[in-house]
């Protein structure tokens, strides 16, 4: 999977390029300015507004190695083991550069350490931020951390620090066009009748990239059954894709910008959520 694999997020795209992928292609150019390849981007944004499949996206783009971590890989009930599990992915990071290490659901671990009741979770925070540092210049060079959340604002500010997750990048929900390009991509591999996807598009305002992977499962499932009965394939319709539509609602998007906004008007002192200022001034 690359970028041409992802509807849409041109912006977003063109961060991570910048941030991850051109100190790879030319690190020349980057060695010269006193720049090295590596370090993290934070990817925040409603819920499944496309993070992890984004992740997945730069790393074919880059022909890197792409580890995928679920907290509850790290999380371990036994004292000391979630530090060794932690090292341990680190490591087989380094081993495998270039590499994507990807930490879903990062918040669960960067919840504001201040909040945090436990020495232990304490511990475990101390010990993912020793690993971003490195312990030299070089131990993370072409080991890319991106890390996500739908909860930007627990996530403490010492994991934003320089050489951390120090560029927070906000992937939005998609646009009319994106979702148009979003559907396309995820009806390509199957039978087609003539599609209009805009049609779809238009009737779907706040469905987000999972939304609509919901939208054309249920539709093919119909479809399937159809074409049993059938007894040969029916190809997919515009019609079946909007009388799916009609039977789902969006999941997250309007409760997320309120939520959003409240931070971005109220606790926004260290501008860190200027980018989503203009988001959560819109209609939602
Ligand atoms: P998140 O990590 O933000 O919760 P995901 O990356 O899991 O969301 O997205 C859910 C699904 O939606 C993905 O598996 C993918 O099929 C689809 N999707 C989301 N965004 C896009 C996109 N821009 N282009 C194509 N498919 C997308």
Redesign the pocket.
Known sequence: MTFA?????ETVKEALRIKLLLPLQQPELYAAYGKRAGGGVLLY?P????????ARAAAGELGAAFVNVGLSDILDMYVGSSERNLHATFDLARRNRPCVLFF?EVDALAGRRSDMRHAQTRQLVNQFLSELDGVDQSANEGVLVLA?TNVPWYVDAAFRRPGRLDQPVF?PP?DAA?RAA?LR??CRDKPLAEMDFDAVARVTEHFV??DL?GLVDRAVEAKLQQSISAGRPIPLSTQDLLAAAQTLRPTAVREWMATARNYVLHANDSGAWDELMPWVKGKW
């Open positions: 694999d992802v509807a849409g997020m944004g819920p499944g507004a496309g993070k992890t499949h984004l879903d996500a992937v998609p994106a979003i991509i995820l990239g999972a992977k």
